[in-house]
């Protein structure tokens, strides 16, 4: 699979997964077989895109943290919302 199709891919999953998170919780079974499916595809487009002589070695990692920085942002607002809605009257 190229990158730009396993990018889209990836994030066809990652709102799957957040979908299925709030309409079922965190702890259902389906909720988890996503996020491992999830994981897969983030380890292969990992692979991809550390391949030797791809990239400057600096420019991964900084598409990595940018990569980490908005799945952290996501997941906190996944979590933020459930709050959210458990505290409305």
């Given at each position: 699979?190229?990158?730009?199709?396993?990018?889209?891919?990836?994030?066809?999953k990652r709102d799957e997964m957040i979908k299925i998170g709030l309409a079922k919780g965190?702890?259902?079974?389906?909720?988890?077989?996503c996020s491992q499916e999830?994981?897969?595809?983030?380890?292969?487009y990992n692979r991809l895109k550390l391949r030797p002589n791809r990239?400057?070695?600096i420019q991964q990692y900084h598409e990595f943290i940018l990569f980490l920085n908005e799945c952290t942002f996501k997941l906190l607002m996944l979590g933020c919302s459930s709050y959210i809605r458990y505290f409305q009257v």
């Open positions: 699979m190229r990158e730009e199709q396993l990018e889209k891919a990836i994030n066809k965190l702890q259902c079974e389906e909720t988890i077989l999830l994981d897969d595809m983030i380890n292969e990239f400057n070695p």
